[in-house]
């Protein structure tokens, strides 16, 4: 069969399994075509755990990739975006979605601005806004519960969450783009941790969990989108890619932990690559 042709719009993180190191092989492994445009180039990633990383901001360097494929008339069945540096970044990936997505594409959004209830450096309210005007462009959101609050300008809470309040997030989420949101992070207790998803044209709202595992795992929410966005490209269903997501994920998690690895640097995903790649349909 023919593979969809996806952009990946991330940094790198050359050290890290994380952004674009993992939507990559995620990506690939899932029966697409990979392309990347990295939007940074990075040492490590900025979170806990480094300090004196180097960064190199690779917007220049986008705009003429950019030129070059407009003279080669590539088009793209699906996007996947990630980590966005700045508010230009944010203007040329809307130039992106207009010039470079065929009719019918599948745009994901992981719009990457904060965690734990904060906002990540160097972005602020202008970045937080331009932001959830992007969101109104693409097919699919996927925002933690930290960048649900600062989508929505509400106060941000902490987990264990009500349903009824998940159900609240996602129904006012969807109102963005008018078409599907996937919320990352839901905890209704204090053993599961999963996420929810809603689809607004077919009015379907699912909720997936598993066993809730206590630490902090980096590239776990670049994990989950891609996985996420991979199936959607193969022509999953959003409640069966998201469940799928949150099995893997999980999955993930667990060898992780078990191999005993130094978790700043990343999860141990690609031991279950294959495991991943069951969830294709046989004759794909």
Not at 69 to 82: A, C, E, M, P, V
């Amino acid at each position: 069969m023919q593979q969809p042709r996806i952009l990946v719009i991330q940094d790198i993180s050359a050290s890290c399994r994380i952004s674009a190191n993992v939507a990559v092989p995620v990506l690939s492994c899932l029966n697409n075509a990979v392309n990347i445009l990295p939007t940074a180039l990075l040492s490590t990633h900025t979170g806990v755990g480094f300090l004196d990383y180097t960064y190199l901001d690779l917007t220049s360097e986008i705009k003429k990739i950019l030129n070059h494929w407009q003279s080669l008339n590539l088009k793209f069945d699906g996007l996947l975006i990630g980590y966005l540096g700045s508010l230009e970044q944010i203007e040329i990936v809307r130039s992106i979605i207009r010039d470079f997505v065929k009719p019918n594409g599948t745009v994901v959004l992981d719009p990457v601005m904060g965690d734990h209830g904060f906002l990540y450096p160097g972005f602020d309210s202008q970045y937080v806004l331009s932001m959830r005007q992007l969101c109104q462009e693409v097919t699919v959101i996927i925002p933690n519960a930290t960048e649900a609050s600062l989508l929505l300008n509400r106060p941000y809470q902490p987990g264990p969450f009500s349903e009824t309040y998940v159900r609240q997030l996602l129904a006012e989420l969807v109102q963005l783009n008018k078409n599907a949101v996937v919320l990352t992070g839901v905890r209704l207790d204090a053993v599961n941790l999963g996420a929810a998803s809603y689809s607004l044209p077919e009015r379907d709202y699912s909720l997936s969990l598993d066993a809730w595992h206590p630490g902090h795992f980096d590239g776990t929410g670049d994990l989950f989108s891609s996985v996420v966005a991979g199936m959607l490209f193969q022509r999953k269903t959003l409640q069966e890619a998201t469940k799928i997501a949150v099995t893997y994920v999980n999955r993930v998690i667990s060898r992780t932990i078990d191999s005993q690895i130094d978790t700043k640097y990343g999860v141990q995903f690609e031991t279950d690559l294959p495991f991943l790649m069951q969830f294709l349909n046989p004759d794909d």
